[in-house]
């Protein structure tokens, strides 16, 4: 009787210690996970600074012009930095002379990036290419082009980029650019198409487009009659 009693004990004991181990092993592989996942954003997070940072880089060595198919999603607050450093180059560009064009899907919501960007000094227009939405890219001159690449859809974000100093690439995409950009709307007019279509207050829209009211009354007229 003794000897099953300390049997029993052992087993209970090596089963209290084999659940303690399973459950050390169990909370290992999720700090494990994590810290894989961390690793994984820290990368996404730099591969994307690197497209950032090519975009302003290419655009500070533009003499002549400066032509861009982007996706003009509102940036979130990590990429507003980002972002205004894209806007200060544009504008150093435009004082410089320099001619920059920037293309953005027809979407309500693209008009708050629309604005920044015309702000800037920047053409801003509006189209539907079929290719407008999963493709992102700029070229600079003749000879240099950055090229963004999404997440594994098409509607993310930009992953990354690169930047490639090629004539023959860049007239290739100059030419799909122009392409898109004759058939597309000026950035007033469609800001103006939009006011027609919704029939909301100057109020309103600036609410839903996160752009400031004074920016959204300039194109409204005595045909428009908004919804209060």
């Not at 399973?22 to 994984?40: Q, T």
């Not at 806007?87 to 708050?112: M, Q, T, W």
Request: hydrophobic content about 40%.
């Amino acid at each position: 009787m003794k000897i099953e009693i300390s049997l029993l004990v052992i087993e209970s004991v090596l089963l209290l210690f084999t659940i303690l181990l399973l459950l050390d092993s169990i909370k290992e592989g999720r700090s494990r996970s994590k810290l894989l996942l961390e690793v994984e954003r820290a990368t996404k997070a730099f591969t994307r600074i690197e497209y950032f940072l090519a975009v302003v880089d290419s655009m500070s060595d533009a003499r002549r012009e400066v032509e861009g198919l982007i996706t003009g999603r509102h940036p979130g607050h990590i990429d507003k930095k980002r972002t205004d450093d894209i806007l200060n180059a544009i504008e150093k560009a435009a004082r410089n002379g320099v001619s920059v064009k920037y293309l953005l899907p027809r979407f309500h919501d693209r008009l708050y990036m629309g604005s920044l960007y015309a702000k800037a000094g920047a053409e801003v227009r509006y189209g539907g290419c079929p290719i407008l939405h999963d493709l992102r890219y700029m070229t600079v001159d003749d000879r240099m082009t950055v090229i963004g690449i999404p997440e594994d859809s098409e509607k993310e974000a930009t992953k990354k980029g690169f930047q490639i100093v090629s004539e023959g690439l860049t007239s290739i995409l100059r030419e799909h650019f122009n392409h898109c950009w004759s058939s597309a709307i000026s950035y007033e007019e469609y800001m103006k198409e939009v006011i027609r279509q919704t029939k909301a207050s100057p109020r309103h829209l600036a609410l839903e487009l996160k752009i400031e009211e004074k920016e959204i009354e300039k194109f409204y007229d005595g045909s428009d009659e908004p919804e209060q």
